[in-house]
Protein backbone atom coordinates (compact mmCIF):
# COMPACT_ATOMS: atom_id res chain seq x y z
CA UNK A 1 0.00 0.00 0.00
CA UNK A 2 0.66 3.68 -0.52
CA UNK A 3 -0.32 6.24 1.10
CA UNK A 4 -0.65 10.21 -0.37
CA UNK A 5 -1.27 13.19 1.63
CA UNK A 6 -1.01 16.48 -0.05
CA UNK A 7 -0.90 20.05 1.08
CA UNK A 8 -0.48 23.30 -0.33
CA UNK A 9 -3.84 24.34 -1.72
CA UNK A 10 -5.42 27.64 -0.84
CA UNK A 11 -7.04 30.57 -2.59
CA UNK A 12 -4.75 33.41 -4.27
CA UNK A 13 -5.52 35.99 -6.99
CA UNK A 14 -4.91 35.62 -10.43
CA UNK A 15 -0.58 36.14 -11.48
CA UNK A 16 0.31 34.45 -8.22
CA UNK A 17 1.93 31.31 -6.82
CA UNK A 18 1.17 28.20 -5.27
CA UNK A 19 3.45 24.96 -4.31
CA UNK A 20 1.58 21.94 -3.33
CA UNK A 21 3.23 19.01 -1.69
CA UNK A 22 2.71 15.64 -2.02
CA UNK A 23 3.98 13.58 1.00
CA UNK A 24 4.02 9.83 0.49
CA UNK A 25 4.32 6.70 3.10
CA UNK A 26 4.05 2.92 2.82
CA UNK A 27 5.64 0.72 0.59
CA UNK A 28 7.43 4.05 -2.03
CA UNK A 29 10.09 1.70 -3.12
CA UNK A 30 7.25 0.06 -5.35
CA UNK A 31 6.49 3.95 -6.88
CA UNK A 32 7.08 4.03 -10.78
CA UNK A 33 5.18 7.28 -11.63
CA UNK A 34 3.64 10.13 -9.36
CA UNK A 35 1.15 12.15 -11.23
CA UNK A 36 -0.52 15.79 -10.48
CA UNK A 37 -4.23 15.30 -11.81
CA UNK A 38 -7.34 17.92 -11.03
CA UNK A 39 -10.52 18.41 -11.31
CA UNK A 40 -12.66 21.42 -12.21
CA UNK A 41 -16.20 21.80 -11.03
CA UNK A 42 -18.80 20.52 -12.84
CA UNK A 43 -15.51 18.69 -15.38
CA UNK A 44 -13.71 15.77 -15.65
CA UNK A 45 -10.71 15.11 -13.81
CA UNK A 46 -7.36 15.69 -16.49
CA UNK A 47 -3.94 15.34 -16.03
CA UNK A 48 -1.90 17.93 -15.16
CA UNK A 49 1.57 16.60 -14.97
CA UNK A 50 3.87 13.73 -13.93
CA UNK A 51 7.10 12.43 -13.01
CA UNK A 52 9.07 9.24 -12.71
CA UNK A 53 9.58 8.45 -9.39
CA UNK A 54 13.60 8.12 -10.48
CA UNK A 55 13.29 11.64 -11.73
CA UNK A 56 14.44 11.34 -15.22
CA UNK A 57 11.15 12.45 -17.36
CA UNK A 58 8.36 14.37 -16.63
CA UNK A 59 5.45 15.15 -18.42
CA UNK A 60 3.18 18.55 -18.84
CA UNK A 61 -0.35 18.81 -20.03
CA UNK A 62 0.11 21.99 -22.54
CA UNK A 63 -1.93 24.68 -20.67
CA UNK A 64 0.36 24.34 -17.64
CA UNK A 65 3.88 23.97 -19.82
CA UNK A 66 6.63 26.93 -18.69
CA UNK A 67 3.98 27.86 -15.50
CA UNK A 68 4.15 24.46 -13.55
CA UNK A 69 6.94 22.09 -12.61
CA UNK A 70 7.29 19.06 -11.04
CA UNK A 71 10.19 18.59 -8.05
CA UNK A 72 10.91 15.79 -6.16
CA UNK A 73 12.76 15.80 -2.41
CA UNK A 74 14.13 12.13 -2.27
CA UNK A 75 14.64 12.31 1.62
CA UNK A 76 11.28 13.51 2.40
CA UNK A 77 9.50 11.24 -0.56
CA UNK A 78 7.85 14.48 -0.97
CA UNK A 79 6.72 15.78 -4.62
CA UNK A 80 6.04 19.13 -5.24
CA UNK A 81 4.35 20.97 -7.66
CA UNK A 82 5.33 24.14 -7.96
CA UNK A 83 2.85 26.59 -10.11
CA UNK A 84 3.12 30.43 -10.82
CA UNK A 85 1.48 32.74 -12.91
CA UNK A 86 -2.09 30.82 -11.84
CA UNK A 87 -5.22 31.86 -13.76
CA UNK A 88 -8.90 31.36 -12.68
CA UNK A 89 -8.98 28.24 -14.81
CA UNK A 90 -6.36 26.56 -12.68
CA UNK A 91 -8.95 26.46 -9.66
CA UNK A 92 -9.91 23.10 -9.01
CA UNK A 93 -9.02 20.20 -6.80
CA UNK A 94 -5.62 18.97 -6.95
CA UNK A 95 -4.66 15.56 -6.61
CA UNK A 96 -1.44 13.24 -6.55
CA UNK A 97 -1.57 10.19 -7.48
CA UNK A 98 0.80 7.31 -7.31
CA UNK A 99 1.58 4.17 -10.33
CA UNK A 100 3.41 1.04 -9.58
CA UNK A 101 3.00 -0.27 -13.14
CA UNK A 102 6.43 -0.06 -15.77
CA UNK A 103 4.65 1.69 -18.36
CA UNK A 104 5.88 4.18 -20.87
CA UNK A 105 3.29 6.60 -20.34
CA UNK A 106 3.00 9.15 -17.10
CA UNK A 107 -0.69 9.94 -18.15
CA UNK A 108 -2.80 6.85 -17.09
CA UNK A 109 -2.13 3.82 -15.21
CA UNK A 110 -2.03 5.15 -11.25
CA UNK A 111 -2.99 2.88 -8.39
CA UNK A 112 -3.25 5.09 -5.73
CA UNK A 113 -4.73 8.81 -5.02
CA UNK A 114 -4.17 11.72 -2.42
CA UNK A 115 -7.34 13.15 -0.91
CA UNK A 116 -6.93 16.19 -2.71
CA UNK A 117 -6.18 19.82 -1.71
CA UNK A 118 -8.78 22.73 -3.30
CA UNK A 119 -6.92 25.34 -5.16
CA UNK A 120 -8.92 28.59 -6.01
CA UNK A 121 -8.00 31.70 -7.94
CA UNK A 122 -9.69 34.75 -8.69
CA UNK A 123 -9.57 37.38 -10.98
Known amino acids: QVQLVESGGGSVQAGGSLRLSCAASGRTFSIYTLGWFRQAPGKEREFVGA????????DYRDTVKGRFTISRDNAKNTVYLQMNSLNPEDTAVYYC????????????????WGQGTLVTVSS
Open 51 to 58: MYWSGRRT
Open 97 to 112: AAGLRQIATLRYGYDY
